[in-house]
């Protein structure tokens, strides 16, 4: 199990800030990206969104990095205002 | 090298910041720091209202507040620092006005210009610390490229709805282009809105931040090695490290801020020559007749296929021959924030005869394109 965080408007797009999702190892955050992705909408558009940043147990990250269980995978945009 | 006076505190600085001094790891120390340091403020909305605010009051030696904006009805929900007798005056001069009253012990410059890459440099070269209260990405690549080239530490802030993210940037750790590559054309709080109140935190996270860092109290623990992301939703936040990009060719050293601004100057003269009446809402797009307009989206294929309002797809940088102007009929430019659309606009001109320009046959909508997942989420 991993526990997933969603923010900003990824988190109202999906109406859901964090979930525990399933793993079998070994297996990357693409891999995850990819099953979520089977979901459909609104997972796919935010999946499919250039501006997502990844970060792994409090860590920026790149899709090829790899998960083990009990890890933290968090989805977030850049926003701009101010 | 600090004058005489700042080397001790007066009777009144003494009284005034007691309920600081009194604390151990501040003391008499991290406040004679404060009047020593000089903070540029950059942006005095909803993040440089309350970072300005504590900072003042903290008594900070000297703040330099940047705006070239008025105040206007619609910022008072979340910029308390101004009262309704502002409207119409300028952020920097209104904001300065205000503060001096709070603290006279301290200097406050107001600098009632837009941030450019020539004034930016003696804005930033002559402080201790800069914080990023602006609300868009060009203001922030300006300010990092130029932090970078004196190896300034920034404070990175900004918000949307109900979320915030906040970063004390070293330029020796990573800096902001590690973290985000790209020009992210995102909505800013005056297309997406925002609640009062997270500017009103994020703004004095930053002004915590700054503290921190100039009166070096290290409340972290010991002195970080990374430069750390907060993002913060609503009440919650996660702390993320950041490192150096492989990919950053600022950080490598393969390019500096003059590569990047240059394209920055060139970009800000060339849209200035548009004629406002060239620069198109969709609402205005929605008039023009179909038959005699041609809908471009000058972003990338990927960007195209992901979500797009329908036309033909011409990256920016493909553009060129491939576009024929077709005499008689319209051209309307689109993108995600108007920046390449803007660009297309200009490029177009350049390849064809000045007609085009004086026919009015050309235009970009100026106006951001909202995705999918941005419309699930304006109000």
Redesign the interface.
Known sequence: MITLLYFARYREALGLDSEQFSITCPCSVQDVIEQLKQRGEPWLSILADSKLMLAVNQTIATPDQALTDGDELAFFPPITGG | MPSKENLQLSQQEQQRYLRQTQLLSFGESGQLKLKQSKVLII?V????CPAAQYLTAAGIGEITLVDEDQVSLSNLQRQILFSESDIGKNKAQAAKEKLQTNNSDIKIIAFPHKLNPHNAHQLIKRSDLVL??????HSRYLINDICAHYNKPWVY?????F???VALIKPEHSCFRC??PEL?E?????Q?G?LGVV?GIVGNMQALLAIDYLARINSNGEASKSNK?Q?I?GL?S??????KSDDCQLCRGEKTYLDYTSDYQAYEQLIENIPEEQKISWADFEKFPAENTVLIDVR?E??HL??NRGGINIPLEELGGNLRIEVGKRHVFYCQSGRRSQLAHIKTLSLESDSISSDKRVYSITEPLL????K??SP
Do not use: H, K, M, W
């Open positions: 942006g909305g909803g993040l440089g990023d209260c602006t609300d868009n990405f802030a900004s918000v949307l709805g979320e915030g993210q973290l985000y992210a995102t909505p800013n709080c005056n997406a925002v500017p992301l993002l939703q919650n996660r702390s993320i490290n950041l490192f990338s990927e960007e992901a979500f995705s999918p997942v941005e699930l989420t």
